[in-house]
């Protein structure tokens, strides 16, 4: 079966500290891959997908970047937090026209 | 533009009590659409989807959802709601040649005793 894990599960940066959150799914392979961020009170914004290793689109401009350096594995990475990068980071994966989320990361920057 | 719209942010039903929660698309073909559900501090998990076929569909935990082309609408159903409901709901679109997810705001469920 698959399945699709996120770590780490709560995290409290400083502001303008750097940010490593780490999604790896199990039981496929060439998935096309997701992040998605929740703010607080708010729907879900898609911020980046990667139909494969090394392919990343970015949908919406910020100080977040993704890498996807194998393919079962998708990493959301920022140099410099800032205050409004708060929020619940979710992980994603699709597969015969469906999408799975992780459990989900939720960030709090102070 | 491709849009879900969940009109209600809130809602609050009583235990025992039947559920509607609606859901309106703007898409340019008929999309597949789903219901996913959000604990407090948890990820979202799928409760039903509708790809083609009988417009009725039925989810875990009791869920129904009936599509209905001609008001573009994928309204979720629950004839009575438990406690245990209460949670977050996102309506969700994808297009038939896409990629991409379209989540409606959500629309938040509470459950009066």
């Known amino acids: 079966s698959q399945t699709i894990h996120q770590w780490p599960a709560t995290l409290v940066q400083p502001v303008g500290s750097p940010l490593s959150l780490e999604c790896t799914v199990e039981g496929t392979s060439n998935p096309n891959l997701y992040w998605y961020r929740q703010a607080a009170g708010r729907g879900l914004q898609l911020l980046f997908y990667s139909v494969g290793i090394g392919q990343i689109s970015s949908e919406v401009p910020q100080n977040l970047s993704a890498s996807r350096p194998q393919d079962r594995q998708f990493i959301l990475s920022s140099k410099k937090l800032l205050l409004s990068d708060s929020g619940f980071y979710l992980c994603?994966?699709?597969?015969?026209?469906?999408?799975?989320f992780g459990p989900g990361t939720r960030l709090t920057v102070l | 533009a491709q849009s879900v719209t969940q009109p209600d942010i809130h809602i609050t039903v009583s235990e025992g009590a039947s559920l509607e929660l609606r859901c309106n698309y703007s898409?340019?073909?008929?999309?597949?659409l789903f219901w996913y559900v959000q604990s407090p501090g948890q990820g979202l998990q799928l409760l039903l989807k509708y790809f083609s076929g009988d417009t009725l569909v039925q989810g875990i935990k009791g869920f129904e959802a009936e599509f209905k082309r001609s008001q573009s609408s994928f309204n979720l159903r629950k004839p009575s709601v438990h406690w245990s409901d209460a949670a977050e709901y996102f309506c969700v679109a994808r297009g038939r040649a896409g990629n991409m997810l379209t989540f409606g705001g959500g629309t938040r469920l509470m459950v009066k005793p």
């Open positions: 898409y340019g073909a008929t999309p597949y």
């Open positions: 994603a994966w699709t597969v015969y026209n469906e999408q799975f």
